[in-house]
């Protein structure tokens, strides 16, 4: 079993930065990737950002890219989100997850994703 505990969100304003993280305990060896992605109300969920657990290269999608950054600590088994330049349209609950399962050429997919966080609250303030 695969547990994943987000902290870092919060309400700030546009333009300022937040850093969120995720702790993962358990398996940690089986990770083939990690990601990060959000659901706004009355929205589908979206992805946000993933890393290969071996290697470290990244996706991210056109609506992040430039201003969110995902790393990881291996030897702590933690995931970051470092989120810049923040927009009202971030606001979303953000969620962690781990894929122990799948390599891929992409990581963009929840379905590769077999373990989830409860999420943390983003607001961005306009």
């Known amino acids: 079993q695969v547990q994943l505990v987000e902290s870092g969100g919060g309400l700030v304003q546009a333009g300022g930065s937040l850093r969120l993280s995720c702790a993962a305990s358990g398996r940690a060896f089986s990770y083939k990737s990690m990601g990060w992605f959000r659901r706004a109300p009355g929205k589908e969920r979206e992805f946000v950002a993933a890393v290969r657990w071996s290697g470290g290269s990244t996706d991210y999608p056109d609506s992040v890219k430039g201003r969110f950054t995902i790393s990881r600590d291996n030897a702590k088994n933690t995931v970051f989100l470092q989120m810049n330049s923040l927009k009202p349209e971030d606001t979303a609950v953000y969620y962690c997850?781990?894929?122990?399962?799948?390599?891929?050429?992409?990581?963009?997919?929840?379905?590769?994703?077999?373990?989830w966080g409860q999420g943390t609250q983003v607001t961005v303030s306009s």
């Open positions: 997850a781990a894929n122990t399962r799948y390599y891929s050429n992409s990581y963009y997919s929840p379905t590769l994703y077999d373990y």
